[in-house]
């Protein structure tokens, strides 16, 4: 898997945080995690497939309702043109699958286009019907074995799902540049392009290309969030050495100093992220979104595939139907780390429980960088040190110089601010799903499978409930001391929170749905 041992740093339980993304070595997952480039892929990502695979490419290119020449695609026709050329032009090249699993990155190129084609062919059928106005229907039952023994290759090599996922496929493994020196330059025209897509995405004025280029756009900020919460654990750390130094004090106001300079990192990252999450609202329109939604549904609870789905040709599901989640913008790692750090709490329901199911649905190095920033959060008790609270939830200030008390406060006050900026996140996803979802289909569930109205309010409730308890624990409006900032954030909050609690209960009620 290569060396990265004169790249990294070293942290606690030595996990791999690259600062060198190594855009070329090929013998590193695409995936891992990064200082610069965050939660996107090392290198941007493979075009140009080898040429074993052309007749791959070939449908790949004909397939969107709006080709890149802007003439109508396969999935224009309405009548099966997609499955026809897969059944009748497409070779099993699993044995080429074979012959570059050396290359990780052409790997995860080969993943991403044969997820899309898997998902293509699965939903054409549905995807007519909608178009004539009717319900789904059902999807083809059956991936036949010259697209389901090489997405089952590859993704046992990179280590995804055989199904379409968010970052490795759909989404952050799906751009390219224009003009490379260029850079991410989304001004128009835009220099960043979708390499798949199945409506009109190839279009980059379009909804669809619109939809999964603000996503991109979104990650490419990430990386201050992965240095920032690194940086907040290891502040902590040295702040437990402290006790033992001869220079406590000292030590500790210094741990506590570059705590600050993290979370006001990531504070300002976390602002341009949901400056840039707004900005879905222009570049993809609410009333255009449902046209190329119905290609990224997965198999789990849809109705589309009520037993799953049999993929021909692989011994080891003995025919059995498998079920996978859908692609889903949920299932990126910034906001699950913001959580993991933070240590929000999730309720004990059956939705979170979905939302655990998610975290199989991601890169597996973000999977473990992810699972480590809990580990670390909580067994350093990173929450209880930065907010100065000891272990009845009370402030533990008393003892403190004036200048530690201040620096204290301003941990409190970046805290709830960090805090805030995921609940605009989680805020604006519901408003999203509210518009572009609850307001254009009744189709009750969401592409990655959870309930279409309760399951991101599950989320967003305990953010808001979490840091109206937090917010009590460092003594409130009364306490004073956090500024007029924290203050106005906490008023809005508690507003969100009876406003979330009657749409909610508005959206069940109109679609016939339990609040529970």
């Known amino acids: 898997m290569g060396s990265l041992e004169k790249d990294i740093t070293t942290y606690h339980n030595d996990f791999p945080i690259l600062h060198d993304p190594r855009p070329d070595d090929v013998s590193l997952p695409a995936f891992m995690v990064s200082s610069t480039r965050g939660f996107l892929p090392r290198a941007d990502p493979i075009v140009t497939l080898p040429a074993e695979f052309n007749p791959l490419e070939s449908i790949l290119q004909r397939m969107p309702v709006k080709t890149a020449s802007g003439e109508p695609g396969l999935l224009a026709q309405?009548?099966?043109?997609?499955?026809?050329a897969v059944h009748k032009e497409l070779p099993d090249l699993t044995e080429f699958v074979d012959k570059y699993r050396h290359d990780l990155p052409v790997m995860n190129a080969l993943y991403r286009d044969y997820s899309f084609l898997a998902s293509a062919y699965l939903l054409e059928p549905c995807h007519a019907r909608f178009v004539m106005g009717e319900e789904y229907g059902l999807g083809r039952q059956v991936l036949p074995a010259n697209v389901a023994r090489p997405i089952a290759k590859c993704a046992e090599i990179c280590e995804f799902k055989p199904f379409m996922e968010y970052a490795g496929s759909y989404?952050?493994?799906?751009y390219r540049l224009v003009d490379p020196s260029l850079g991410f330059s989304f001004s128009e025209p835009s220099n960043v392009r979708l390499i798949r897509a199945f409506e009109q995405g190839l279009d980059p004025t379009s909804s669809e290309a619109g939809f999964v280029l603000v996503h991109i756009d979104m990650v490419r900020h990430s990386g201050p969030l992965v240095a920032g919460a690194v940086a907040s654990l290891n502040a902590c750390r040295r702040s437990t050495l402290s006790s033992s130094s001869t220079h406590s004090e000292m030590t500790g106001l210094s741990a506590r100093r570059s705590l600050n300079v993290s979370l006001s990192q990531m504070l300002?990252?976390?602002?341009?992220?949901?400056?840039?999450?707004?900005?879905?609202?222009?570049?993809?329109?609410?009333?255009?979104?449902?046209?190329?939604?119905?290609?990224?549904?997965?198999?789990?609870?849809?109705?589309?595939?009520?037993?799953?789905?049999?993929?021909?040709?692989l011994p080891d599901s003995n025919g059995r139907p498998l079920s996978f989640r859908g692609e889903s913008g949920a299932n990126d790692s910034m906001i699950p780390l913001m959580?993991?750090?933070?240590?929000?709490?999730?309720?004990?329901?059956?939705?979170?429980?979905?939302?655990?199911?998610?975290?199989?649905?991601r890169p597996s190095n973000h999977r473990a960088f992810l699972e480590w920033v809990k580990k670390g959060s909580e067994e350093l008790g990173l929450r209880k040190w930065a907010l100065a609270l000891d272990g009845s939830g009370r402030g533990t200030d008393d003892?403190?110089?004036?200048?530690?008390r201040d620096e204290v406060r301003h941990s409190r006050s970046l805290w709830i601010q960090?805090?805030?900026?995921?609940?605009?996140?989680?805020?604006?996803?519901?408003?999203?799903?509210?518009?572009?979802?609850?307001?254009?289909?009744?189709?009750?569930?969401?592409?990655?499978?959870?309930?279409?109205?309760?399951?991101?309010?599950?989320?967003?409730?305990?953010?808001l409930g979490h840091m109206m308890g937090l917010y009590e624990m460092m003594g409130g409006d009364e306490a004073g001391g956090l500024g007029e900032e924290c203050k106005d954030i906490m008023d809005m909050v508690r507003r969100l929170d009876e406003t979330l609690k009657k749409e909610v209960r508005k959206f069940c009620e109109e679609r016939g749905v339990s609040g529970a």
């Open 171 to 174: 989404a952050l493994f799906n």
């Open 78 to 84: 309405g009548n099966g043109q997609l499955g026809e």
């Open 268 to 313: 300002a990252a976390l602002k341009k992220i949901n400056t840039i999450m707004d900005t879905m609202w222009k570049r993809s329109k609410p009333n255009e979104y449902t046209s190329f939604r119905t290609f990224i549904f997965g198999i789990t609870s849809q109705s589309m595939f009520p037993n799953g789905v049999v993929y021909e040709g």
């Open 339 to 361: 959580d993991n750090l933070l240590q929000i709490p999730m309720p004990d329901t059956p939705l979170t429980k979905i939302l655990e199911d998610f975290r199989s649905y």
């Open 399 to 404: 003892m403190m110089t004036e200048e530690e």
């Open 418 to 463: 960090v805090l805030n900026q995921v609940r605009d996140f989680r805020w604006r996803h519901w408003c999203f799903a509210r518009e572009y979802i609850l307001k254009q289909t009744s189709h009750p569930t969401a592409t990655g499978g959870s309930p279409i109205v309760t399951w991101l309010p599950n989320q967003l409730q305990a953010v």
